[in-house]
């Protein structure tokens, strides 16, 4: 069985992250928005970040030059339709998503398939309002939760791929969890859930029931997710008001944890409770800045972070951590990186960074962005 992921705003991290956590699943085809593998039976997209929307592949069709579907290239998922409502009473509701979104293409699949059940005797409405993709909420209630069949038609270099859509990612979740948090601040604490999630995942990969560590838990974003996965969770971070929001973060989704304060710099007393598998942080950006740093005050940041994280990573008793580096960005693009001052160091004391494509978490808006690396000592 083929399996179609629709990746969310930063689809490097998202094939990041299922890799790790599919070890054996094979990539069959990858587009900027989507990619579809063999071997992934189930998913659960609860627990995996970076995937918005999956589906079962029911058929293919040669790209051909014109850009747009045509009606005879769609006549499968006509057919799948058709055979999907043949046995059901009463007016049937279908709905497309196509990407890269092209509104010829789903104005034809809208208007043929309607045609086409009408043909077969099959009284049919469509979900997509106005023309457009349907969104995920429309999806889930007005089609899904009705009982009715969501067709994504995904457009790659040599083929159109044609799946029904299985899962819609639970978007409510992840929206409470990021604005409803019990416990905020403005400056800590912005790491969405998704993202948690998905640096969670390239740390954890396929194990379950680990001790995760945040060794700059802030006010526990990382702490709660790790939490919700099912692992139990240490976190530290040197303001104590930070150890107290993470603990009352955790209480509030009623999870458990053991956080204290301490700082990075020092080597952690390592009692019973203290134990970890893998380090799962955000880590520390440097201050936070509204613009780029000047070129010596950079290279002062940079200098100051290139400490921390040697000191750190010299008394770390793990193999495996999963930590973000600052990014400045300049009009949206990603310029100044201080991994390029940090990662030699770790290098000379045994760190190996293990992702082959850089993963880089920013918005164009933004200008410290994040660089996620995921490190093993050899
Ligand atoms: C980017 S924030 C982490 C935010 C966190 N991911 C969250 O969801 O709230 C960085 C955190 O590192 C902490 N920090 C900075 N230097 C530290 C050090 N030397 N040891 C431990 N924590 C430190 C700060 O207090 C801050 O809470």
Same mark, same amino acid.
Request: aromatic share 10%.
């Given at each position: 069985?083929?399996?179609?992921?629709?990746?969310?705003?930063?689809?490097? $991290?998202? $094939?990041?992250? +299922? @890799?790790?956590?599919?070890?054996?699943?094979?990539?069959?085809?990858?587009?900027?928005?989507?990619?579809?593998?063999?071997?992934?039976?189930?998913?659960?997209? %609860?627990?995996?970040?970076?995937?918005?929307?999956?589906?079962?592949?029911?058929?293919? /069709?040669?790209?051909?030059?014109?850009?747009?579907?045509?009606?005879?290239?769609?006549?499968?998922?006509?057919?799948?339709?058709?055979?999907?409502?043949?046995?059901? /009473?009463?007016?049937? $509701?279908?709905?497309?998503? +196509?990407? !890269?979104?092209?509104?010829?293409?789903?104005?034809?699949?809208? $208007?043929?398939?309607?045609?086409?059940?009408?043909?077969?005797?099959?009284?049919?409405?469509?979900?997509?309002?106005?023309?457009?993709?349907?969104?995920?909420?429309?999806?889930?209630?007005? +089609?899904?939760?009705?009982?009715?069949? /969501?067709?994504?038609?995904?457009?790659? =270099?040599?083929?159109?791929?044609?799946? @029904?859509?299985?899962?819609?990612?639970?978007?409510?979740?992840?929206?409470?969890?990021?604005?409803?948090?019990?416990? @905020?601040?403005?400056?800590?604490?912005?790491?969405?859930?998704?993202?948690?999630?998905?640096?969670?995942?390239?740390?954890?990969?396929?194990?379950?029931?680990? @001790?995760?560590?945040?060794?700059?838990?802030?006010?526990?974003?990382?702490?709660?997710?790790?939490?919700?996965?099912?692992?139990?969770?240490?976190? =530290?971070?040197?303001?104590?008001?930070?150890?107290?929001?993470?603990? %009352?973060?955790?209480?509030?989704?009623?999870?458990?944890?053991?956080?204290?304060?301490?700082?990075? %710099? *020092?080597?952690?007393?390592?009692?019973?409770?203290? %134990?970890?598998? +893998?380090?799962? =942080?955000?880590?520390?950006?440097? !201050?936070?800045?509204?613009?780029? !740093?000047?070129?010596?005050?950079?290279?002062?940041?940079?200098?100051?972070?290139?400490?921390?994280? =040697?000191?750190?990573?010299?008394?770390?008793?793990?193999?495996?951590?999963?930590?973000?580096?600052?990014?400045?960005?300049?009009?949206?693009?990603?310029?100044?990186?201080?991994?390029?001052?940090?990662?030699?160091?770790?290098?000379?004391?045994?760190?190996?960074?293990?992702?082959?494509?850089?993963?880089?978490?920013?918005? !164009?808006?933004?200008?410290?962005?994040? *660089?996620?690396?995921?490190? /093993?000592?050899?």
């Amino acid at each position: 069985m083929q399996t179609l992921l629709i990746l969310g705003r930063n689809p490097t $991290i998202s $094939i990041a992250e +299922v @890799r790790a956590v599919y070890p054996r699943a094979k990539i069959c085809a990858r587009e900027k928005k989507f990619a579809i593998f063999e071997g992934i039976e189930t998913i659960d997209l %609860k627990k995996i970040g970076g995937v918005i929307k999956t589906g079962e592949v029911f058929a293919r /069709e040669l790209v051909y030059r014109e850009d747009n579907l045509k009606d005879k290239d769609a006549q499968k998922i006509y057919d799948f339709l058709a055979e999907e409502f043949s046995q059901k /009473e009463g007016k049937q $509701i279908f709905g497309f998503s +196509v990407y !890269p979104f092209d509104s010829k293409t789903l104005k034809t699949l809208l $208007i043929g398939a309607k045609k086409f059940l009408q043909k077969k005797g099959i009284s049919s409405r469509f979900a997509n309002k106005n023309f457009t993709n349907l969104t995920n909420p429309q999806s889930e209630f007005e +089609v899904l939760k009705k009982g009715g069949v /969501e067709i994504l038609a995904v457009r790659g =270099s040599g083929n159109w791929f044609f799946a @029904r859509l299985k899962q819609n990612q639970p978007f409510d979740d992840y929206k409470k969890r990021d604005y409803e948090k019990a416990f @905020r601040d403005a400056r800590v604490g912005m790491l969405p859930p998704k993202l948690a999630q998905m640096m969670l995942n390239l740390g954890i990969a396929d194990k379950k029931d680990l @001790r995760i560590y945040d060794s700059f838990c802030g006010v526990g974003g990382i702490l709660v997710e790790a939490a919700l996965l099912g692992h139990r969770v240490i976190g =530290s971070d040197l303001d104590s008001r930070m150890v107290e929001f993470s603990q %009352k973060n955790l209480a509030a989704m009623n999870l458990s944890g053991e956080v204290f304060v301490h700082d990075a %710099k *020092e080597k952690l007393n390592e009692s019973d409770y203290r %134990k970890y598998d +893998v380090v799962v =942080s955000e880590g520390y950006l440097g !201050p936070p800045r509204r613009t780029v !740093p000047e070129e010596n005050i950079r290279a002062k940041i940079f200098a100051e972070l290139q400490q921390l994280y =040697s000191k750190f990573f010299a008394w770390l008793d793990c193999r495996r951590v999963v930590i973000c580096f600052p990014i400045y960005l300049e009009a949206g693009i990603p310029k100044y990186f201080a991994s390029r001052e940090i990662l030699p160091i770790l290098k000379e004391m045994g760190w190996e960074m293990k992702n082959t494509e850089k993963l880089i978490y920013s918005r !164009p808006d933004q200008t410290v962005g994040r *660089e996620i690396v995921v490190l /093993e000592r050899q």
